[in-house]
Protein backbone atom coordinates (compact mmCIF):
# COMPACT_ATOMS: atom_id res chain seq x y z
CA UNK A 1 0.00 0.00 0.00
CA UNK A 2 1.18 3.45 -0.90
CA UNK A 3 1.63 6.45 1.22
CA UNK A 4 -1.09 7.93 -0.56
CA UNK A 5 -3.59 5.04 -0.72
CA UNK A 6 -2.59 4.53 3.01
CA UNK A 7 -3.34 8.22 4.04
CA UNK A 8 -6.74 8.26 1.96
CA UNK A 9 -7.94 4.85 4.26
CA UNK A 10 -6.71 6.42 7.66
CA UNK A 11 -8.88 8.95 6.92
CA UNK A 12 -11.79 6.81 5.38
CA UNK A 13 -11.57 4.98 9.47
CA UNK A 14 -11.50 8.34 10.86
CA UNK A 15 -14.43 9.85 9.55
CA UNK A 16 -16.13 6.84 9.92
CA UNK A 17 -15.60 7.02 13.61
CA UNK A 18 -16.38 10.24 13.66
CA UNK A 19 -19.42 9.71 11.87
CA UNK A 20 -20.78 6.81 14.36
CA UNK A 21 -19.32 9.07 17.22
CA UNK A 22 -22.12 11.48 16.33
CA UNK A 23 -24.96 9.56 15.74
CA UNK A 24 -24.18 7.96 19.31
CA UNK A 25 -23.91 11.45 20.87
CA UNK A 26 -27.04 12.50 19.13
CA UNK A 27 -29.00 9.08 20.66
CA UNK A 28 -27.48 10.17 23.48
CA UNK A 29 -28.72 13.86 24.02
CA UNK A 30 -32.28 12.76 22.83
CA UNK A 31 -32.41 9.90 25.25
CA UNK A 32 -31.33 12.39 28.13
CA UNK A 33 -33.68 14.93 26.37
CA UNK A 34 -36.97 12.19 26.31
CA UNK A 35 -35.68 11.62 29.97
CA UNK A 36 -35.80 15.22 31.29
CA UNK A 37 -39.32 16.18 29.40
CA UNK A 38 -41.07 12.98 30.42
CA UNK A 39 -42.75 14.35 33.37
CA UNK A 40 -44.12 17.65 31.56
CA UNK A 41 -45.34 15.45 28.34
CA UNK A 42 -47.22 13.23 31.40
CA UNK A 43 -48.69 16.07 32.86
CA UNK A 44 -51.08 17.27 30.49
CA UNK A 45 -52.49 20.31 32.37
CA UNK A 46 -51.12 23.11 34.01
CA UNK A 47 -52.29 26.41 35.83
CA UNK A 48 -51.25 29.76 34.31
CA UNK A 49 -51.34 32.44 37.06
CA UNK A 50 -50.89 36.40 35.61
CA UNK A 51 -50.82 38.11 38.75
CA UNK A 52 -49.66 42.03 38.91
CA UNK A 53 -50.37 45.51 39.56
CA UNK A 54 -52.51 45.80 36.38
CA UNK A 55 -55.33 43.71 38.26
CA UNK A 56 -55.79 46.98 40.51
CA UNK A 57 -57.73 48.93 37.80
CA UNK A 58 -58.51 45.51 35.57
CA UNK A 59 -56.55 46.77 32.59
CA UNK A 60 -54.07 44.71 30.52
CA UNK A 61 -51.00 43.98 31.98
CA UNK A 62 -48.51 45.74 30.98
CA UNK A 63 -49.50 46.16 27.03
CA UNK A 64 -51.87 49.27 28.48
CA UNK A 65 -49.10 51.63 28.95
CA UNK A 66 -46.91 50.19 26.24
CA UNK A 67 -49.97 51.13 23.72
CA UNK A 68 -51.05 54.23 25.44
CA UNK A 69 -54.05 53.56 26.78
CA UNK A 70 -52.99 54.66 29.88
CA UNK A 71 -49.74 56.83 30.50
CA UNK A 72 -46.67 54.71 32.57
CA UNK A 73 -46.86 57.16 35.71
CA UNK A 74 -50.77 56.69 36.09
CA UNK A 75 -50.12 52.55 35.22
CA UNK A 76 -47.57 52.49 38.09
CA UNK A 77 -49.84 54.00 40.48
CA UNK A 78 -51.36 50.96 40.72
CA UNK A 79 -48.64 49.92 43.23
CA UNK A 80 -50.28 51.49 45.81
CA UNK A 81 -53.60 49.65 45.20
CA UNK A 82 -52.05 45.89 44.74
CA UNK A 83 -52.28 44.86 48.43
CA UNK A 84 -52.38 41.25 48.50
CA UNK A 85 -54.69 41.66 51.46
CA UNK A 86 -56.58 38.51 51.12
CA UNK A 87 -53.58 36.14 49.29
CA UNK A 88 -53.52 32.73 50.25
CA UNK A 89 -51.05 30.72 48.41
CA UNK A 90 -52.18 27.50 50.00
CA UNK A 91 -55.86 27.79 48.77
CA UNK A 92 -54.50 28.64 45.48
CA UNK A 93 -52.39 25.54 45.45
CA UNK A 94 -55.36 23.33 46.97
CA UNK A 95 -57.86 24.84 43.96
CA UNK A 96 -55.14 24.35 41.33
CA UNK A 97 -53.99 20.52 42.58
CA UNK A 98 -57.83 20.12 42.61
CA UNK A 99 -58.08 20.96 39.12
CA UNK A 100 -55.93 18.10 37.62
CA UNK A 101 -53.12 20.04 37.13
CA UNK A 102 -49.36 18.68 37.42
CA UNK A 103 -47.50 22.15 36.84
CA UNK A 104 -48.17 25.88 37.93
CA UNK A 105 -46.51 28.78 36.09
CA UNK A 106 -46.80 32.27 37.82
CA UNK A 107 -45.86 35.55 36.59
CA UNK A 108 -42.43 36.40 38.65
CA UNK A 109 -42.03 39.58 36.52
CA UNK A 110 -44.19 41.04 33.09
CA UNK A 111 -43.27 43.30 30.91
CA UNK A 112 -43.88 46.55 33.00
CA UNK A 113 -40.62 45.16 35.08
CA UNK A 114 -43.14 44.99 38.84
CA UNK A 115 -40.84 41.69 40.41
CA UNK A 116 -43.13 39.77 42.84
CA UNK A 117 -40.17 38.82 44.82
CA UNK A 118 -37.48 40.30 47.05
CA UNK A 119 -34.86 40.55 44.31
CA UNK A 120 -31.64 42.44 45.00
CA UNK A 121 -30.78 43.54 41.49
CA UNK A 122 -29.89 47.68 41.27
CA UNK A 123 -33.08 49.84 40.31
CA UNK A 124 -35.82 47.10 40.66
CA UNK A 125 -39.45 47.52 41.20
CA UNK A 126 -40.69 44.98 43.91
CA UNK A 127 -43.96 44.26 45.21
CA UNK A 128 -42.07 44.10 48.67
CA UNK A 129 -40.58 47.78 48.24
CA UNK A 130 -42.42 49.91 46.42
CA UNK A 131 -46.09 48.06 46.38
CA UNK A 132 -49.20 48.66 49.35
CA UNK A 133 -48.83 44.55 49.71
CA UNK A 134 -44.98 44.87 51.51
CA UNK A 135 -44.86 41.52 50.59
CA UNK A 136 -42.22 38.87 48.65
CA UNK A 137 -45.48 37.14 46.67
CA UNK A 138 -43.47 34.33 45.33
CA UNK A 139 -42.26 32.61 48.11
CA UNK A 140 -44.52 31.23 49.68
CA UNK A 141 -46.68 30.17 46.66
CA UNK A 142 -43.79 28.30 45.45
CA UNK A 143 -43.23 26.98 48.97
CA UNK A 144 -47.22 25.45 48.53
CA UNK A 145 -46.52 24.30 45.58
CA UNK A 146 -43.65 22.35 46.36
CA UNK A 147 -45.27 21.09 49.43
CA UNK A 148 -48.31 19.65 47.20
CA UNK A 149 -45.67 17.82 45.04
CA UNK A 150 -46.55 20.17 41.65
CA UNK A 151 -44.25 20.96 39.61
CA UNK A 152 -42.85 25.05 39.67
CA UNK A 153 -42.62 26.78 36.71
CA UNK A 154 -42.17 30.76 36.47
CA UNK A 155 -42.87 32.98 34.03
CA UNK A 156 -40.13 35.33 33.26
CA UNK A 157 -40.47 38.74 31.00
CA UNK A 158 -37.29 38.86 29.17
CA UNK A 159 -38.03 43.03 28.56
CA UNK A 160 -38.23 44.98 31.17
CA UNK A 161 -40.31 48.66 29.64
CA UNK A 162 -39.70 50.46 32.85
CA UNK A 163 -36.31 49.55 33.46
CA UNK A 164 -34.27 52.88 32.67
CA UNK A 165 -31.48 51.25 30.97
CA UNK A 166 -33.25 49.14 28.79
CA UNK A 167 -34.12 50.03 25.51
CA UNK A 168 -38.18 49.83 24.72
CA UNK A 169 -40.04 52.01 26.54
CA UNK A 170 -43.69 52.19 24.77
CA UNK A 171 -44.69 51.53 21.41
CA UNK A 172 -44.06 55.05 20.00
CA UNK A 173 -40.85 55.66 22.54
CA UNK A 174 -37.47 53.59 21.94
CA UNK A 175 -35.05 54.93 24.96
CA UNK A 176 -31.46 54.47 22.84
CA UNK A 177 -30.21 52.63 20.10
CA UNK A 178 -27.63 49.37 21.02
CA UNK A 179 -25.12 50.36 19.09
CA UNK A 180 -25.32 53.89 19.97
CA UNK A 181 -25.17 53.16 23.83
CA UNK A 182 -23.57 49.57 24.30
CA UNK A 183 -23.01 50.03 28.07
CA UNK A 184 -26.38 50.70 28.52
CA UNK A 185 -27.84 47.57 27.45
CA UNK A 186 -24.56 45.77 29.19
CA UNK A 187 -26.31 46.92 31.88
CA UNK A 188 -29.63 45.64 31.59
CA UNK A 189 -28.32 42.52 30.48
CA UNK A 190 -26.12 42.22 34.23
CA UNK A 191 -29.80 43.41 35.73
CA UNK A 192 -32.24 40.59 34.19
CA UNK A 193 -29.52 37.66 33.83
CA UNK A 194 -28.81 38.66 38.00
CA UNK A 195 -32.88 38.02 38.38
CA UNK A 196 -32.47 34.85 36.49
CA UNK A 197 -29.79 33.60 38.80
CA UNK A 198 -31.86 34.47 42.15
CA UNK A 199 -35.04 32.99 40.65
CA UNK A 200 -33.09 29.82 40.09
CA UNK A 201 -31.17 29.61 43.81
CA UNK A 202 -34.18 30.38 45.82
CA UNK A 203 -37.20 28.59 44.36
CA UNK A 204 -35.29 25.77 42.33
CA UNK A 205 -37.97 25.95 39.44
CA UNK A 206 -38.44 22.55 37.23
CA UNK A 207 -39.63 24.77 34.25
CA UNK A 208 -38.73 28.84 32.86
CA UNK A 209 -41.58 29.83 31.15
CA UNK A 210 -39.62 32.67 29.14
CA UNK A 211 -41.76 36.00 26.72
CA UNK A 212 -41.30 38.68 25.03
CA UNK A 213 -38.39 37.57 22.72
CA UNK A 214 -39.37 39.34 19.80
CA UNK A 215 -38.45 42.29 20.68
CA UNK A 216 -34.13 41.19 20.23
CA UNK A 217 -32.64 38.27 18.74
CA UNK A 218 -31.16 35.46 20.57
CA UNK A 219 -27.37 36.71 19.98
CA UNK A 220 -28.98 40.45 21.86
CA UNK A 221 -30.13 38.29 24.52
CA UNK A 222 -27.05 36.63 25.26
CA UNK A 223 -29.61 33.79 25.13
CA UNK A 224 -26.62 30.80 25.35
CA UNK A 225 -25.17 32.49 28.40
CA UNK A 226 -28.45 32.50 30.02
CA UNK A 227 -29.18 28.89 28.75
CA UNK A 228 -25.65 27.64 30.50
CA UNK A 229 -26.60 30.01 33.68
CA UNK A 230 -29.80 28.03 34.34
CA UNK A 231 -28.78 24.97 33.80
CA UNK A 232 -25.72 25.43 36.33
CA UNK A 233 -28.59 25.57 38.93
CA UNK A 234 -30.64 22.78 37.90
CA UNK A 235 -29.30 20.73 34.50
CA UNK A 236 -32.99 19.11 33.89
CA UNK A 237 -34.46 22.42 34.10
CA UNK A 238 -37.27 22.72 31.39
CA UNK A 239 -37.20 26.18 29.29
CA UNK A 240 -40.27 27.00 26.21
CA UNK A 241 -39.38 28.00 23.18
CA UNK A 242 -39.53 31.94 24.22
CA UNK A 243 -35.81 32.79 24.26
CA UNK A 244 -35.85 32.90 20.42
CA UNK A 245 -36.29 29.39 19.72
CA UNK A 246 -33.20 27.77 22.24
CA UNK A 247 -35.86 26.03 24.60
CA UNK A 248 -37.56 22.68 24.92
CA UNK A 249 -40.97 22.74 23.77
CA UNK A 250 -43.31 25.19 21.90
CA UNK A 251 -45.52 27.51 23.18
CA UNK A 252 -48.85 28.15 20.81
CA UNK A 253 -50.47 30.73 22.29
CA UNK A 254 -55.16 31.44 22.41
CA UNK A 255 -55.79 28.97 19.26
CA UNK A 256 -56.10 25.61 19.26
CA UNK A 257 -53.69 24.39 16.51
CA UNK A 258 -55.70 22.41 13.66
CA UNK A 259 -52.49 20.70 12.63
CA UNK A 260 -50.71 18.79 15.60
CA UNK A 261 -47.37 20.84 15.83
CA UNK A 262 -44.07 19.45 14.44
CA UNK A 263 -42.23 19.44 17.32
CA UNK A 264 -42.45 16.16 20.05
CA UNK A 265 -43.54 18.93 23.15
CA UNK A 266 -45.67 21.46 22.87
CA UNK A 267 -48.28 23.59 25.05
CA UNK A 268 -51.08 25.77 24.68
CA UNK A 269 -51.54 28.58 26.84
CA UNK A 270 -55.23 29.77 27.09
CA UNK A 271 -56.79 32.13 28.89
CA UNK A 272 -60.10 31.31 31.21
CA UNK A 273 -62.20 34.28 29.38
CA UNK A 274 -60.81 36.29 27.29
CA UNK A 275 -57.87 37.94 29.31
CA UNK A 276 -54.47 36.90 30.65
CA UNK A 277 -55.00 39.18 34.01
CA UNK A 278 -58.04 40.09 35.64
CA UNK A 279 -60.58 42.34 34.20
CA UNK A 280 -63.40 42.39 35.94
CA UNK A 281 -65.86 43.34 32.39
CA UNK A 282 -64.58 40.39 30.92
CA UNK A 283 -67.28 38.49 31.24
CA UNK A 284 -66.88 36.06 27.97
CA UNK A 285 -65.79 32.99 29.96
CA UNK A 286 -65.39 29.68 28.23
CA UNK A 287 -67.60 26.78 30.16
CA UNK A 288 -66.31 24.17 31.65
CA UNK A 289 -67.52 22.10 28.83
CA UNK A 290 -65.51 24.10 26.58
CA UNK A 291 -62.35 23.93 29.03
CA UNK A 292 -62.61 20.12 28.77
CA UNK A 293 -63.35 19.53 25.33
CA UNK A 294 -59.73 22.06 24.62
CA UNK A 295 -57.84 20.01 26.79
CA UNK A 296 -58.75 16.61 25.27
CA UNK A 297 -58.02 18.03 22.12
CA UNK A 298 -54.71 19.18 23.32
CA UNK A 299 -54.28 15.31 24.33
CA UNK A 300 -55.06 14.08 20.98
CA UNK A 301 -51.93 15.93 19.60
CA UNK A 302 -49.85 14.95 22.27
CA UNK A 303 -49.45 18.64 23.84
CA UNK A 304 -50.30 20.02 27.03
CA UNK A 305 -53.00 22.89 28.45
CA UNK A 306 -51.64 25.51 30.14
CA UNK A 307 -55.09 27.26 31.41
CA UNK A 308 -54.60 30.74 32.60
CA UNK A 309 -56.11 32.50 35.65
CA UNK A 310 -55.97 36.26 36.49
CA UNK A 311 -56.45 36.52 40.51
CA UNK A 312 -57.22 39.95 41.77
CA UNK A 313 -55.52 42.91 42.95
CA UNK A 314 -56.63 41.22 47.20
CA UNK A 315 -55.36 37.74 46.16
CA UNK A 316 -58.37 36.40 45.72
CA UNK A 317 -59.25 34.16 42.43
CA UNK A 318 -62.53 35.79 40.85
CA UNK A 319 -65.91 33.07 41.42
CA UNK A 320 -66.42 32.33 38.20
CA UNK A 321 -62.61 31.16 37.66
CA UNK A 322 -63.09 28.67 40.16
CA UNK A 323 -66.39 27.30 39.07
CA UNK A 324 -64.56 26.43 36.02
CA UNK A 325 -61.52 24.88 37.81
CA UNK A 326 -63.91 23.12 40.16
CA UNK A 327 -65.71 22.11 36.60
CA UNK A 328 -62.65 20.79 35.17
CA UNK A 329 -61.63 18.86 38.24
CA UNK A 330 -65.02 16.68 38.34
CA UNK A 331 -63.87 15.42 34.71
CA UNK A 332 -59.96 15.07 35.93
CA UNK A 333 -60.67 13.17 38.35
CA UNK A 334 -62.82 11.12 36.99
CA UNK A 335 -60.97 10.27 34.01
CA UNK A 336 -57.26 10.94 34.94
CA UNK A 337 -56.35 6.99 33.16
CA UNK A 338 -56.81 8.57 30.40
CA UNK A 339 -55.14 12.19 30.51
CA UNK A 340 -51.54 11.77 31.89
CA UNK A 341 -49.23 9.61 30.57
CA UNK A 342 -51.10 9.43 27.29
CA UNK A 343 -49.43 9.88 24.13
CA UNK A 344 -51.22 11.56 21.06
CA UNK A 345 -54.13 9.66 19.33
CA UNK A 346 -54.47 8.26 16.00
CA UNK A 347 -56.00 9.33 12.79
CA UNK A 348 -59.07 11.05 12.77
CA UNK A 349 -60.87 8.64 9.80
CA UNK A 350 -60.53 6.18 12.88
CA UNK A 351 -63.34 7.63 14.50
CA UNK A 352 -65.41 10.71 14.88
CA UNK A 353 -64.08 12.40 18.21
CA UNK A 354 -60.67 12.62 19.40
CA UNK A 355 -58.80 9.74 20.22
CA UNK A 356 -55.12 9.13 22.31
CA UNK A 357 -52.66 6.07 23.30
CA UNK A 358 -51.52 4.69 26.19
CA UNK A 359 -47.38 4.64 25.83
CA UNK A 360 -46.83 1.20 25.00
CA UNK A 361 -49.94 1.68 22.36
CA UNK A 362 -52.02 -1.31 23.87
CA UNK A 363 -54.78 1.17 25.06
CA UNK A 364 -56.59 3.02 22.55
CA UNK A 365 -58.63 5.98 25.08
CA UNK A 366 -61.65 7.20 22.72
CA UNK A 367 -62.64 10.46 23.63
CA UNK A 368 -66.64 11.29 22.76
CA UNK A 369 -68.58 14.88 23.66
CA UNK A 370 -71.77 13.94 22.04
CA UNK A 371 -74.49 10.97 23.36
CA UNK A 372 -74.98 8.60 19.99
CA UNK A 373 -78.08 7.61 19.25
CA UNK A 374 -78.83 4.20 20.60
CA UNK A 375 -75.67 4.06 22.48
CA UNK A 376 -73.34 2.83 19.14
CA UNK A 377 -69.94 4.23 18.78
CA UNK A 378 -68.17 3.29 15.47
CA UNK A 379 -64.19 2.74 15.36
CA UNK A 380 -62.51 1.80 11.79
CA UNK A 381 -60.03 0.36 10.37
CA UNK A 382 -58.81 -1.26 13.46
CA UNK A 383 -56.56 -4.32 12.29
CA UNK A 384 -55.69 -5.47 16.14
CA UNK A 385 -57.98 -8.05 17.72
CA UNK A 386 -59.76 -6.61 20.86
CA UNK A 387 -59.09 -7.74 24.50
CA UNK A 388 -61.42 -5.50 26.89
CA UNK A 389 -63.39 -2.39 26.52
CA UNK A 390 -64.97 -0.27 28.82
CA UNK A 391 -66.28 3.18 30.42
CA UNK A 392 -63.32 5.15 31.80
CA UNK A 393 -64.29 6.53 34.95
CA UNK A 394 -67.02 3.74 36.06
CA UNK A 395 -65.61 0.68 34.64
CA UNK A 396 -68.67 -0.42 33.06
CA UNK A 397 -68.06 -2.92 30.53
CA UNK A 398 -68.56 -1.82 26.32
CA UNK A 399 -70.13 -4.18 24.08
CA UNK A 400 -67.52 -4.85 21.07
CA UNK A 401 -68.69 -6.67 17.97
CA UNK A 402 -65.88 -6.48 14.89
CA UNK A 403 -66.98 -6.47 11.66
CA UNK A 404 -63.98 -7.15 9.58
CA UNK A 405 -61.52 -4.26 10.20
CA UNK A 406 -65.22 -1.89 11.65
CA UNK A 407 -65.50 -2.28 15.66
CA UNK A 408 -69.27 -1.26 16.80
CA UNK A 409 -68.93 -0.23 20.93
CA UNK A 410 -72.24 -0.14 22.82
CA UNK A 411 -72.44 1.30 26.03
CA UNK A 412 -74.91 0.92 28.46
CA UNK A 413 -77.69 3.48 28.58
CA UNK A 414 -77.25 6.62 30.87
CA UNK A 415 -73.45 5.71 30.83
CA UNK A 416 -72.00 9.09 29.10
CA UNK A 417 -70.44 11.60 30.69
CA UNK A 418 -72.25 15.01 30.64
CA UNK A 419 -68.56 16.55 28.90
CA UNK A 420 -66.94 14.14 27.56
CA UNK A 421 -67.61 10.13 27.30
CA UNK A 422 -64.02 8.45 27.72
CA UNK A 423 -63.64 4.93 26.68
CA UNK A 424 -60.41 2.19 26.74
CA UNK A 425 -60.07 -0.66 24.26
CA UNK A 426 -57.14 -2.70 24.89
CA UNK A 427 -55.58 -4.93 22.72
CA UNK A 428 -52.89 -7.51 23.03
CA UNK A 429 -50.08 -5.64 20.84
CA UNK A 430 -49.73 -2.12 20.29
CA UNK A 431 -52.55 -1.33 18.15
CA UNK A 432 -52.55 -1.65 14.12
CA UNK A 433 -54.56 0.39 12.01
CA UNK A 434 -55.46 -0.25 8.48
CA UNK A 435 -54.37 2.16 5.95
CA UNK A 436 -56.98 4.75 4.82
CA UNK A 437 -59.39 3.82 1.96
CA UNK A 438 -61.83 5.99 0.84
CA UNK A 439 -65.29 5.29 1.72
CA UNK A 440 -68.15 4.45 -0.99
CA UNK A 441 -71.73 4.29 -0.07
CA UNK A 442 -74.55 2.94 -2.14
CA UNK A 443 -78.32 3.69 -2.28
CA UNK A 444 -79.42 -0.11 -2.82
CA UNK A 445 -81.10 -1.73 -0.05
CA UNK A 446 -78.72 -2.80 2.76
CA UNK A 447 -79.15 -6.64 4.77
CA UNK A 448 -77.21 -5.66 7.30
CA UNK A 449 -76.97 -2.47 9.34
CA UNK A 450 -79.54 -0.11 10.88
CA UNK A 451 -80.76 3.18 9.10
CA UNK A 452 -78.49 5.29 10.98
CA UNK A 453 -75.46 3.43 9.77
CA UNK A 454 -76.09 3.33 6.13
CA UNK A 455 -76.81 7.15 6.46
CA UNK A 456 -73.30 7.59 8.15
CA UNK A 457 -71.81 5.25 5.55
CA UNK A 458 -73.21 8.03 3.18
CA UNK A 459 -72.21 10.56 4.80
CA UNK A 460 -68.93 9.79 5.29
CA UNK A 461 -67.95 9.05 1.37
CA UNK A 462 -69.36 12.29 0.72
CA UNK A 463 -66.74 13.61 3.11
CA UNK A 464 -64.31 11.78 1.49
CA UNK A 465 -65.09 12.97 -1.78
CA UNK A 466 -67.61 9.82 -3.36
CA UNK A 467 -71.15 11.80 -3.40
CA UNK A 468 -73.03 8.19 -4.02
CA UNK A 469 -76.15 10.94 -4.98
CA UNK A 470 -73.91 12.02 -8.30
CA UNK A 471 -75.53 9.19 -9.95
CA UNK A 472 -79.06 9.79 -9.16
CA UNK A 473 -81.60 13.00 -10.53
CA UNK A 474 -81.54 14.35 -7.07
CA UNK A 475 -82.79 18.06 -7.11
CA UNK A 476 -81.45 20.70 -4.08
CA UNK A 477 -85.20 20.31 -2.75
CA UNK A 478 -85.16 16.94 -2.26
CA UNK A 479 -87.05 15.71 -5.62
CA UNK A 480 -85.82 13.27 -8.57
CA UNK A 481 -85.51 10.07 -6.59
CA UNK A 482 -88.47 8.83 -8.45
CA UNK A 483 -86.76 5.70 -9.57
CA UNK A 484 -84.44 5.10 -6.37
CA UNK A 485 -88.04 5.18 -3.76
CA UNK A 486 -89.46 2.33 -3.91
CA UNK A 487 -85.71 0.61 -3.14
CA UNK A 488 -85.12 2.87 0.18
CA UNK A 489 -86.60 2.14 3.34
CA UNK A 490 -88.77 4.97 4.35
CA UNK A 491 -87.41 6.43 7.15
CA UNK A 492 -83.98 6.76 4.66
CA UNK A 493 -85.86 8.29 2.17
CA UNK A 494 -87.52 10.78 4.30
CA UNK A 495 -83.66 11.49 5.44
CA UNK A 496 -82.41 11.97 2.53
CA UNK A 497 -84.91 14.40 1.03
CA UNK A 498 -84.85 16.39 4.05
CA UNK A 499 -81.69 17.25 4.10
CA UNK A 500 -80.99 17.43 0.14
CA UNK A 501 -79.17 20.39 0.13
CA UNK A 502 -76.47 18.51 1.97
CA UNK A 503 -76.32 16.10 -0.21
CA UNK A 504 -76.88 17.45 -4.17
CA UNK A 505 -73.54 18.11 -5.76
CA UNK A 506 -71.58 18.21 -2.56
CA UNK A 507 -67.78 17.76 -2.40
CA UNK A 508 -65.13 16.48 -0.03
CA UNK A 509 -65.39 18.13 3.82
CA UNK A 510 -63.02 19.36 5.59
CA UNK A 511 -59.17 17.91 5.95
CA UNK A 512 -58.54 16.92 10.01
CA UNK A 513 -58.17 19.27 12.49
CA UNK A 514 -61.02 21.92 11.63
CA UNK A 515 -63.80 19.75 12.55
CA UNK A 516 -64.02 16.26 14.45
CA UNK A 517 -66.60 14.69 12.55
CA UNK A 518 -67.82 14.52 8.94
CA UNK A 519 -68.88 17.21 6.47
CA UNK A 520 -69.31 18.70 2.78
CA UNK A 521 -68.95 21.43 0.34
CA UNK A 522 -71.37 23.31 -1.50
CA UNK A 523 -69.97 23.11 -5.16
CA UNK A 524 -69.65 26.55 -4.85
CA UNK A 525 -67.68 25.63 -1.68
CA UNK A 526 -69.32 28.53 0.05
CA UNK A 527 -71.48 26.73 2.39
CA UNK A 528 -70.25 24.32 5.12
CA UNK A 529 -72.11 21.33 6.01
CA UNK A 530 -71.20 19.83 9.06
CA UNK A 531 -72.90 16.10 10.23
CA UNK A 532 -73.82 16.25 13.39
CA UNK A 533 -73.61 12.35 15.12
CA UNK A 534 -76.08 12.03 18.12
CA UNK A 535 -76.51 14.73 20.77
CA UNK A 536 -73.74 17.03 21.11
CA UNK A 537 -73.22 17.59 25.46
CA UNK A 538 -71.91 21.18 24.08
CA UNK A 539 -71.90 23.47 21.05
CA UNK A 540 -70.30 22.22 18.35
CA UNK A 541 -66.71 23.85 17.54
CA UNK A 542 -65.30 24.88 14.07
CA UNK A 543 -61.35 25.63 13.65
CA UNK A 544 -59.40 27.21 11.38
CA UNK A 545 -61.92 28.92 8.88
CA UNK A 546 -60.61 31.53 8.04
CA UNK A 547 -63.71 33.62 6.44
CA UNK A 548 -66.52 35.81 7.74
CA UNK A 549 -70.18 33.48 8.99
CA UNK A 550 -72.75 34.82 7.14
CA UNK A 551 -75.62 32.63 8.71
CA UNK A 552 -75.85 29.21 10.54
CA UNK A 553 -79.37 27.05 10.34
CA UNK A 554 -80.36 23.86 10.77
CA UNK A 555 -80.57 21.97 7.06
CA UNK A 556 -84.21 20.86 6.84
CA UNK A 557 -85.95 22.69 8.50
CA UNK A 558 -84.63 26.50 8.98
CA UNK A 559 -83.45 26.96 12.31
CA UNK A 560 -81.65 29.85 12.26
CA UNK A 561 -78.23 29.54 15.21
CA UNK A 562 -76.02 32.60 16.28
CA UNK A 563 -72.37 31.42 16.79
CA UNK A 564 -69.79 32.80 19.72
CA UNK A 565 -66.57 33.23 18.53
CA UNK A 566 -63.68 32.56 21.14
CA UNK A 567 -60.35 33.57 21.26
CA UNK A 568 -60.31 36.04 17.75
CA UNK A 569 -57.85 39.06 18.13
CA UNK A 570 -58.83 41.70 15.42
CA UNK A 571 -55.19 42.58 14.75
CA UNK A 572 -54.02 39.18 14.36
CA UNK A 573 -54.34 36.60 11.51
CA UNK A 574 -55.21 33.27 13.02
CA UNK A 575 -59.05 32.69 13.60
CA UNK A 576 -60.84 32.40 16.44
CA UNK A 577 -62.95 29.43 17.44
CA UNK A 578 -66.01 29.17 16.55
CA UNK A 579 -68.74 27.61 18.70
CA UNK A 580 -72.05 26.69 17.57
CA UNK A 581 -75.04 25.49 20.26
CA UNK A 582 -77.25 23.27 18.40
CA UNK A 583 -80.82 23.40 20.20
CA UNK A 584 -81.86 19.76 21.55
CA UNK A 585 -85.50 19.77 20.34
CA UNK A 586 -84.00 20.24 16.48
CA UNK A 587 -81.84 17.26 16.66
CA UNK A 588 -82.88 14.58 13.62
CA UNK A 589 -83.54 11.65 15.70
CA UNK A 590 -80.98 9.89 12.77
CA UNK A 591 -78.36 12.36 12.14
CA UNK A 592 -78.10 16.12 11.94
CA UNK A 593 -76.67 18.24 9.54
CA UNK A 594 -75.83 21.89 9.62
CA UNK A 595 -75.13 24.68 7.30
CA UNK A 596 -72.90 27.56 7.62
CA UNK A 597 -72.95 29.63 5.01
CA UNK A 598 -69.62 31.62 4.59
CA UNK A 599 -68.82 35.12 3.27
CA UNK A 600 -67.29 33.56 -0.21
CA UNK A 601 -65.32 30.12 -1.12
CA UNK A 602 -63.89 28.85 2.05
CA UNK A 603 -60.46 29.92 3.30
CA UNK A 604 -58.66 27.20 5.88
CA UNK A 605 -56.35 28.58 7.81
CA UNK A 606 -53.48 25.35 8.54
CA UNK A 607 -50.67 27.09 9.84
CA UNK A 608 -48.67 26.79 13.07
CA UNK A 609 -50.08 28.85 15.72
CA UNK A 610 -47.42 30.65 17.59
CA UNK A 611 -47.11 33.48 20.29
CA UNK A 612 -48.57 36.54 20.39
CA UNK A 613 -46.17 39.87 19.77
CA UNK A 614 -48.73 42.35 19.45
CA UNK A 615 -51.57 43.03 21.55
CA UNK A 616 -52.71 46.17 20.42
Same mark, same amino acid.
Given at each position: ?62 ? %? ?10 ? *? ?35 ? #? ?18 ? %? ?41 ? !? ?14 ? !? ?39 ? !??? =? ?9 ? #? ?13 ? &?? =? ?16 ? =? ?6 ? *???? @? ?36 ? $? ?8 ? $?????? &? ?5 ? $????? =? /? ?27 ? /? ?31 ? *? ?17 ? $?? &????? #? ?56 ? @? ?44 ? /? ?5 ? *? ?8 ? !? ?20 ? @? ?24
Amino acid at each position: MNKKTLLSALFLCLSVSASKAQVNNSKEKTSTNAKKMEWFTDAKLGIFIHWGIYSVNGISESW %AFFNNYINHDNY *MKQLDGFNASNYQPEEWVKLIKESGAKYSVITTKHHD #GVSLWDTKAHNATTTLKHSA %AKKDLISPFVKALKASGLKTGLYFSLPDWSYPDYDVFTREHKR !YQLKAEPERWNTFLSY !YQQQLNELSANYKPDLIWFDGDWEHNGEEWQAQKVLKNLRS !YNS =DIIINSRLNHH #GDYETPEQGIPVVKP &AG =DYWELCYTINDSWGYQPY =DNKYKSPN *MIIR @TLVDCISMGGNLLLDIGPKADGTIPEQQVKVLKGLARW $TSKHDEAIYG $TRSGIP &AEHFNGK $TSLSK =D /RKTLYLYADWKPYEGVFNLNGILSAVKSA /RIVGNNQVLRVKKEGNNLTLTIPENATDQDVTV *MAIQFNEPIRLAEKTAVVA $TL &APQKK #GSIKQQITQITSAIHDGNNPFDQTKLTVDGLGLASEKNSLSPELYNWITKNSESLYKT @TKGLPEGHYQGKSALSADKQTLFLFVEGKPTGPIALKGIKNKISRI /RVVGEGT *MMEPEIYNKL !YWSAVPGIVYIPVPEDRLDKSL @TVIAVLLDGPIELYREKVGAIESNL
